[in-house]
């Protein structure tokens, strides 16, 4: 059997995005991949107990120093031999030091179809706010390659999703949850891991 790419997902909050990729490796639609960490800058992050639940190894790394956070943080991913790192609702913005060593390694889910309603400051509801104070009637995800410009590495995946009438940014935040992040998440995850797993050969 090939060797799965191992991948590190970053967490701060909640981790729905977290528990999709675990409940995809469970099923079997991620299958060239496995998660072998956890890692969180919040030792407060729930996303941490699904880890713990799912049996998945999990570190806390607590900001401090810009650089010496990033250092740490590399140290955890090469410690393990990650393959693929995978900001899921990870609410901290990588330096270009950082990017450069893993090209094309390092996935991110957005709720938003970039390039609308992204980059600096455009994080969790705050996007869902801003499509509904423009008025927009579709919005999505977007997962997307991270590089030193916020949201703005090569897209991956997206999905749109209708705006209803009447949506709250927590209504319409749940829908495209559901309906594109924890769909195109997991299976970007695959798509990577896959091409990982095929260099490996
Ligand atoms: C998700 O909606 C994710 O797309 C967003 O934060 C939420 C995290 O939820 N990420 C960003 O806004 C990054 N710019 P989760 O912790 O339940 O996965």
Request: glycine share 8%.
């Amino acid at each position: 059997m090939k060797e799965k790419a191992k991948i590190a997902v970053l967490v701060s909050g909640g981790g729905t995005n977290l528990q999709a990729i675990i409940d995809a490796e469970k099923s079997g639609l991620l299958k060239s991949g496995t998660v072998a960490l956890v890692l969180s800058n919040k030792k407060d992050a729930y996303a941490l107990v699904r880890a713990e639940k799912a049996g998945i190894e999990t570190v806390v790394v607590e900001r401090g120093d810009r650089a010496t956070f990033e250092d740490r943080i590399v140290k955890e991913l090469e410690k393990r031999s990650i393959d693929l790192v995978v900001l899921a609702g990870f609410m901290v913005i990588l330096s270009k030091s950082f990017t450069d060593r893993f090209p094309n390694r390092i996935l991110n889910v957005h709720p938003s179809l970039i390039p609308s309603f992204c980059g600096e400051g455009f994080y969790g509801l705050k996007v869902h706010e801003a499509a509904l104070a423009k008025g927009v009637k579709v919005t999505g995800a977007t997962v997307h390659f991270v590089n030193e410009i916020p949201d703005g590495g090569t897209i991956v995946m997206q999905k749109a999703v209708e705006v209803k009438e009447g949506d709250t940014p927590e209504v319409l935040q749940r829908r495209v949850m559901e309906e594109a992040e924890w769909k195109i998440l997991p299976a970007a995850c695959e798509l990577v891991s896959k091409k990982i797993t095929e260099e490996k050969k």
